[in-house]
């Protein structure tokens, strides 16, 4: 007999060991938020009567711990989770499995990731160091503590936008929402809950690590990009604008029977751009999943 | 004893996991705006009290595998009392889709009825 959300939340998590860790994280949070409303509902049309005395209609109606496991552990594996970009590609062998990659969705997914990240990566420095320097200033003083929970809370839902982009360009699995704290716990315990948990201050670290990366990522893959298409455009600019391509010393044009070479080597160096954006995103998809993710 | 009661859970369960997909795009093509998992769980109850066909935990794996699908696109907007919710609403393609979809259902409905008259 299952009392209050928390144990059945607790029982939930216990029933879907094992399976992916934003699965966990989406299953638990939808529960919390149909067992949180139904309860106040409950709560409202029968006054005077407690959470624990209305519970287990609710979950008759909703589903033991092991029967919304089962639903969720069935969706998953009959509609597995393929986002746009995660779609698999036919895996060919030899030259057209190399330039199969400018077609593959999931590597421009990754090489749009790449080039966002200047930006996000500023934003979310940008971010941490104002907020944190706020935040660290303002401690001497008793405001000093909302404002740092705030800051800190900012960080969460900065992680899970972050999760969004992750999921969407680089199909690494994210949870759509947090996990919230307790809802029966009061403010000073939600302060306390938010200071304790690894991932706020991981998130933390992420975002301030990803200026860095992000300059790394943007700079090289733009770089990549933009010399692979002066190559494969050099028989255009040279030929018909009568644009040295610059790549010689000097002013000098590129002799007319090496233009196809240089074309050819123009599209390598995309696809060998793509495949660095399809690695690439599937490690920064790695590493954004045990940053962001509670586990 | 048990094991018809499985085979008619399982049964039930089956065609559950088809016609549910079915049920809540076909809930949020009328409701015309966007709505949150206990919302429409209470919309079905209070349609069919007399058919709980599943259990109202199994909607919400089924709306996000209908998101993951783009037939349904979501957003979370924080609640007063408690945790925040999550809102779904039917896609251009989720509304194609049931049209196809409704037009599938019609025929086997038709199909499996000339079975079972006989």
Redesign the interface.
Known sequence: MILDIRTYLEELKVELKGMDVALVQ??L??????L???V?DALESQPGSAEAGVLGGIID???APS??AA??K???S??P???LSSRPSKSKKGLSGYFGVISDLKAWGAFLYMVLSLLTGSIYFGWALMGGSISAMSLILIIGIPITSLFLLSIRGIALLEGGLVEALLGTRMP??PL?VT?NLGWIDKIKALLAESVTWKSLLYMIVQLPLGYIYFFVSAGLLLFSLSFISAPVLELVIHKPLEIWRGDAFTPVWLLPVVSAAGFFLLALTLHLAKWVGKVQGRWAKYMLVRK | MTEAVDANKKFQKELN?GTAALVLLSILDVAGKPM???QI?KLI?AKRPDL?MM????F???L??LE??GLLE?Y?KP?V??????YYRITHEGREALAKWVEIWDLTKVFVDDFLKG
């Open positions: 989406d299953a949070s939808d529960a919390e938020e149909f949180t409303t139904a106040q109606r909703y589903g029967e919304v639903a969720y069935e969706t998953e009959r509609f989770r393929l986002p759509r929402k919230f809802p | 996991s949150y998992g206990y769980a109850e709980p259990k109202q935990g199994a919400y794996p089924v996000r595998s993951t699908g979501s979370v609640s009392a408690g945790p925040p919710r999550r």
